[in-house]
């Protein structure tokens, strides 16, 4: 089955906004958490990533929340702007010992 | 400059052909991916590579197989390629299990 699970495969957003964006997972060994973000016809690059040591990371726009006890990580966006609009690839593992495994993918859109 | 890099780019081949994507990668990275991508799907796992000689399957290996004879180069080959492994297929590195994934821009393989 699948071990990370993104449930909305799309979300629309006003510009300015707060884009919020869910990812839940099964493995309870799973310790490092990711948001990749990939355009059209590009390849995913890594936005932001936390290990479960802590349970908030931010970085400028963007902040990741870890529940662990939930089995539940997101990242919200906010201020969004038109060129946040792609396709956002939640991912987790196991540092050293379990592969990255990724989500299906959200496609967030920016509306003007 | 770290990056990997993915040939051919486009590639069309005529169901039954053999094919044969490349990859390098010049970070010294252990470990090495093959993944496909399809709408709906996300990114599905066909091999990991740990080392040199040193590959897995990951969760769709059927139809394809793959060599790493050189840390820096990892390759996937269809022996016989099939109409429903028309994908955009993509390379990644990480220096371990449970860290960063790069990834090559993607090659777009149809089979016809």
């Known amino acids: 089955g699948q071990q990370v699970k993104q449930s909305s495969p799309s979300l629309t957003v006003q510009e300015g906004g707060i884009s919020i964006l869910n990812c839940d997972y099964e493995n309870d060994m799973f310790d490092y958490f990711a948001w990749y973000k990939k355009y059209p016809d590009n390849s995913p690059t890594l936005l932001i990533s936390?290990?479960?040591?802590?349970d908030k990371r931010e970085d400028g726009r963007l902040t990741v929340f870890l529940n662990k006890s939930g089995k539940h990580f997101s990242l919200h966006i906010t201020a969004s702007q038109p060129e946040d609009t792609a396709v956002y690839l939640c991912?987790?593992?196991?540092?050293?010992?379990?592969?990255?495994?990724f989500g299906a993918g959200t496609k967030l859109t920016i509306k003007p | 400059d770290m990056k990997v890099t993915q040939m051919p780019r486009y590639l069309i081949k005529r169901m039954g052909e053999n094919v044969l994507l490349e990859c390098g990668q010049d970070?010294?990275?252990?470990?090495m991916y093959w993944y496909r991508q399809d709408p709906g799907l996300g990114l599905q796992l066909i091999y990991i590579s740990y080392d040199v000689d040193s590959n897995s399957e990951g969760d769709i290996p059927k139809g394809y197989r793959v060599s790493r004879k050189k840390r820096e180069h990892f390759s996937l080959i269809l022996d016989s390629a099939k109409t429903n492994q028309t994908s955009v297929y993509f390379c990644?590195?990480?220096?371990?299990?449970?860290?960063?994934?790069?990834f090559g821009k993607g090659t777009r393989l149809t089979v016809v």
């Open positions: 936390v290990r479960s040591n802590v």
């Open positions: 991912a987790a593992g196991n540092y050293g010992n379990e592969k990255i495994t």
């Open positions: 990644a590195s990480s220096w371990d299990r449970g860290t960063e994934v790069f």
């Open positions: 970070m010294s990275h252990e470990t």
